[in-house]
Protein backbone atom coordinates (compact mmCIF):
# COMPACT_ATOMS: atom_id res chain seq x y z
CA UNK A 1 0.00 0.00 0.00
CA UNK A 2 1.57 3.10 -0.73
CA UNK A 3 2.17 5.99 1.89
CA UNK A 4 -0.27 8.78 1.66
CA UNK A 5 0.85 12.27 2.03
CA UNK A 6 -0.06 15.70 2.58
CA UNK A 7 2.19 18.92 1.58
CA UNK A 8 1.19 22.11 3.36
CA UNK A 9 3.36 24.91 2.01
CA UNK A 10 2.76 28.44 1.08
CA UNK A 11 5.18 28.49 -1.98
CA UNK A 12 3.94 26.78 -4.86
CA UNK A 13 7.49 26.22 -6.29
CA UNK A 14 7.93 23.92 -3.16
CA UNK A 15 4.88 22.57 -3.11
CA UNK A 16 5.23 21.50 -7.01
CA UNK A 17 8.81 20.57 -6.48
CA UNK A 18 8.19 18.31 -3.81
CA UNK A 19 5.21 16.61 -5.29
CA UNK A 20 7.43 15.79 -8.74
CA UNK A 21 9.66 13.88 -6.47
CA UNK A 22 7.20 11.79 -4.28
CA UNK A 23 4.72 11.42 -7.14
CA UNK A 24 7.74 9.81 -8.57
CA UNK A 25 8.03 7.01 -6.19
CA UNK A 26 5.95 3.67 -6.92
CA UNK A 27 5.32 3.64 -3.54
CA UNK A 28 4.32 7.20 -2.27
CA UNK A 29 1.11 8.97 -3.43
CA UNK A 30 0.14 12.73 -2.70
CA UNK A 31 -3.13 13.45 -1.49
CA UNK A 32 -3.16 16.98 -1.26
CA UNK A 33 -1.04 20.14 -1.48
CA UNK A 34 -2.11 23.06 0.78
CA UNK A 35 -1.57 26.91 1.22
CA UNK A 36 -1.76 27.70 4.90
CA UNK A 37 -2.31 25.69 8.09
CA UNK A 38 -5.92 25.83 8.64
CA UNK A 39 -6.00 23.95 4.86
CA UNK A 40 -3.45 21.59 6.28
CA UNK A 41 -5.58 20.32 8.99
CA UNK A 42 -8.53 19.91 7.02
CA UNK A 43 -6.89 17.94 4.13
CA UNK A 44 -5.74 15.83 6.86
CA UNK A 45 -9.14 15.12 8.24
CA UNK A 46 -10.21 14.64 4.55
CA UNK A 47 -7.54 12.29 3.63
CA UNK A 48 -6.12 10.45 6.33
CA UNK A 49 -2.51 10.70 5.23
CA UNK A 50 0.42 8.97 6.53
CA UNK A 51 2.69 11.73 6.83
CA UNK A 52 2.23 15.74 6.82
CA UNK A 53 5.15 17.57 5.20
CA UNK A 54 4.72 20.72 6.91
CA UNK A 55 6.22 24.07 6.71
CA UNK A 56 6.93 26.83 9.98
CA UNK A 57 6.02 29.86 8.11
CA UNK A 58 2.06 29.63 7.00
CA UNK A 59 -0.56 32.27 7.04
CA UNK A 60 -3.71 31.89 9.43
CA UNK A 61 -2.30 29.00 11.10
CA UNK A 62 1.67 28.31 11.52
CA UNK A 63 3.15 24.67 11.14
CA UNK A 64 3.92 24.79 14.98
CA UNK A 65 0.40 25.56 15.95
CA UNK A 66 -0.90 22.88 13.01
CA UNK A 67 1.47 20.26 15.20
CA UNK A 68 -0.07 21.10 18.42
CA UNK A 69 -3.20 21.06 17.22
CA UNK A 70 -2.49 17.33 15.49
CA UNK A 71 -0.86 16.20 18.36
CA UNK A 72 -1.92 13.20 20.30
CA UNK A 73 -5.41 13.31 18.20
CA UNK A 74 -7.06 9.91 18.35
CA UNK A 75 -10.05 8.22 16.56
CA UNK A 76 -13.02 6.77 18.20
CA UNK A 77 -11.86 3.58 19.01
CA UNK A 78 -9.36 4.75 20.54
CA UNK A 79 -6.37 4.70 17.42
CA UNK A 80 -4.04 7.46 16.86
CA UNK A 81 -5.21 9.08 13.36
CA UNK A 82 -2.47 11.73 13.32
CA UNK A 83 -0.18 11.68 10.57
CA UNK A 84 3.34 11.56 11.09
CA UNK A 85 4.22 15.60 11.09
CA UNK A 86 7.78 16.28 9.63
CA UNK A 87 8.49 19.81 9.47
CA UNK A 88 10.19 21.22 6.61
CA UNK A 89 12.49 24.16 7.56
CA UNK A 90 15.02 26.25 6.53
CA UNK A 91 18.24 26.11 8.91
CA UNK A 92 17.65 29.71 10.39
CA UNK A 93 14.69 28.51 12.41
CA UNK A 94 16.31 26.40 14.80
CA UNK A 95 14.36 27.65 17.56
CA UNK A 96 11.40 27.32 15.93
CA UNK A 97 12.26 23.04 15.01
CA UNK A 98 12.99 22.55 18.64
CA UNK A 99 9.82 23.86 19.50
CA UNK A 100 8.11 21.54 16.64
CA UNK A 101 10.20 18.39 17.87
CA UNK A 102 9.00 19.16 21.52
CA UNK A 103 5.42 20.05 20.43
CA UNK A 104 5.07 16.20 18.76
CA UNK A 105 6.79 16.65 15.41
CA UNK A 106 8.67 13.12 14.16
CA UNK A 107 11.34 14.97 12.45
CA UNK A 108 12.41 17.46 9.79
CA UNK A 109 14.42 18.69 7.20
CA UNK A 110 15.67 21.37 5.23
CA UNK A 111 14.08 22.68 2.19
CA UNK A 112 17.25 22.63 0.52
CA UNK A 113 17.22 18.58 1.22
CA UNK A 114 18.23 16.39 -2.19
CA UNK A 115 15.31 14.46 -3.54
CA UNK A 116 16.69 11.53 -2.24
CA UNK A 117 16.48 12.50 1.31
CA UNK A 118 12.99 14.06 1.24
CA UNK A 119 11.93 10.93 -0.52
CA UNK A 120 14.01 8.77 2.83
CA UNK A 121 11.88 11.55 5.09
CA UNK A 122 8.72 10.33 3.89
CA UNK A 123 9.31 6.84 4.17
CA UNK A 124 11.09 6.84 7.66
CA UNK A 125 8.22 8.99 8.59
CA UNK A 126 6.05 6.37 7.48
CA UNK A 127 7.56 3.74 9.57
CA UNK A 128 8.20 5.45 13.06
CA UNK A 129 11.90 6.82 12.02
CA UNK A 130 12.45 10.60 11.97
CA UNK A 131 16.23 11.27 12.33
CA UNK A 132 16.23 11.91 8.43
CA UNK A 133 19.17 14.27 8.61
CA UNK A 134 21.38 13.58 11.32
CA UNK A 135 24.38 15.93 11.60
CA UNK A 136 21.95 18.80 11.28
CA UNK A 137 19.41 17.24 14.14
CA UNK A 138 22.38 16.74 16.28
CA UNK A 139 23.53 20.14 15.46
CA UNK A 140 19.85 21.41 16.03
CA UNK A 141 19.63 19.49 19.41
CA UNK A 142 23.25 20.15 21.05
CA UNK A 143 22.96 24.36 20.25
CA UNK A 144 19.09 24.54 21.43
CA UNK A 145 19.65 22.01 24.55
CA UNK A 146 18.70 23.73 28.01
CA UNK A 147 22.39 24.33 29.89
CA UNK A 148 21.43 25.28 32.74
CA UNK A 149 20.76 22.36 36.14
CA UNK A 150 17.13 22.82 36.98
CA UNK A 151 16.59 22.83 33.03
CA UNK A 152 18.22 19.37 32.88
CA UNK A 153 16.26 17.84 35.87
CA UNK A 154 12.99 19.14 35.10
CA UNK A 155 12.51 15.56 32.97
CA UNK A 156 13.12 12.53 34.73
CA UNK A 157 12.60 9.04 33.38
CA UNK A 158 9.71 7.31 34.90
CA UNK A 159 11.79 4.56 35.36
CA UNK A 160 15.94 4.63 35.46
CA UNK A 161 17.69 3.61 32.09
CA UNK A 162 19.97 0.40 32.35
CA UNK A 163 23.50 1.09 31.12
CA UNK A 164 23.21 -0.50 28.28
CA UNK A 165 20.07 1.53 27.28
CA UNK A 166 21.80 5.09 28.03
CA UNK A 167 24.96 3.95 25.67
CA UNK A 168 22.27 3.60 22.74
CA UNK A 169 20.56 6.90 23.55
CA UNK A 170 23.95 8.26 23.34
CA UNK A 171 24.33 7.08 20.00
CA UNK A 172 21.19 8.00 19.14
CA UNK A 173 21.70 11.77 20.30
CA UNK A 174 25.28 11.24 18.05
CA UNK A 175 22.49 10.86 14.50
CA UNK A 176 23.34 7.02 14.45
CA UNK A 177 20.96 5.43 12.70
CA UNK A 178 19.31 1.44 14.71
CA UNK A 179 21.65 -0.40 11.87
CA UNK A 180 24.68 2.32 12.71
CA UNK A 181 23.77 1.95 16.51
CA UNK A 182 23.62 -2.05 16.59
CA UNK A 183 27.13 -1.99 14.54
CA UNK A 184 29.17 0.40 17.21
CA UNK A 185 27.74 -1.46 20.12
CA UNK A 186 28.34 -5.37 18.40
CA UNK A 187 24.17 -6.06 19.30
CA UNK A 188 21.66 -6.94 17.21
CA UNK A 189 19.22 -4.30 14.95
CA UNK A 190 16.39 -6.49 17.05
CA UNK A 191 17.99 -5.44 20.39
CA UNK A 192 18.59 -1.99 19.87
CA UNK A 193 14.74 -1.55 18.68
CA UNK A 194 13.89 -3.33 22.09
CA UNK A 195 16.19 -1.00 23.82
CA UNK A 196 14.99 2.06 22.36
CA UNK A 197 11.28 1.06 22.69
CA UNK A 198 11.84 0.93 26.36
CA UNK A 199 13.50 4.01 26.75
CA UNK A 200 10.78 5.60 24.88
CA UNK A 201 8.30 3.84 27.53
CA UNK A 202 10.55 5.39 30.38
CA UNK A 203 10.36 8.58 29.02
CA UNK A 204 6.90 8.77 27.64
CA UNK A 205 8.68 9.97 24.37
CA UNK A 206 6.49 10.68 21.17
CA UNK A 207 9.60 9.08 18.75
CA UNK A 208 12.98 8.99 18.79
CA UNK A 209 13.70 12.57 17.99
CA UNK A 210 12.34 13.64 21.36
CA UNK A 211 14.66 10.70 22.90
CA UNK A 212 17.83 12.53 21.18
CA UNK A 213 16.20 15.91 22.56
CA UNK A 214 15.86 14.83 26.34
CA UNK A 215 19.25 13.39 25.95
CA UNK A 216 21.07 16.44 24.91
CA UNK A 217 18.56 18.24 27.82
CA UNK A 218 19.83 16.00 30.66
CA UNK A 219 23.53 16.34 29.88
CA UNK A 220 23.59 12.09 29.01
CA UNK A 221 24.66 13.15 25.08
CA UNK A 222 27.76 14.95 26.52
CA UNK A 223 28.61 12.30 29.16
CA UNK A 224 31.29 9.83 27.94
CA UNK A 225 30.21 5.60 28.84
Known sequence: MAIRVVIADDQEMVRTGFRMILES?????????VVDGEAALAA???????????????PKLDGLE??????????????????????????????????????????FLLKDASPAMLVEAVRA???GDSLVSPAITV???????????????????????TEREREVVRCL??????????????????TVKTHLANVQAKLDARNRVEIAAWAWESGLAATTA
Open 25 to 33: QPDIEVVAD
Open 44 to 58: VAEHRPDVLLLDIRM
Open 125 to 127: AAV
Open 173 to 190: ARGLTNAEIARELFVSLS
Open 139 to 161: RLLREMAPRTPAAQAARRPGEPL
Open 66 to 107: VTRRLSGTTGPSGSTDTPRIVIVTTFDLDEYVHAALHGGASG
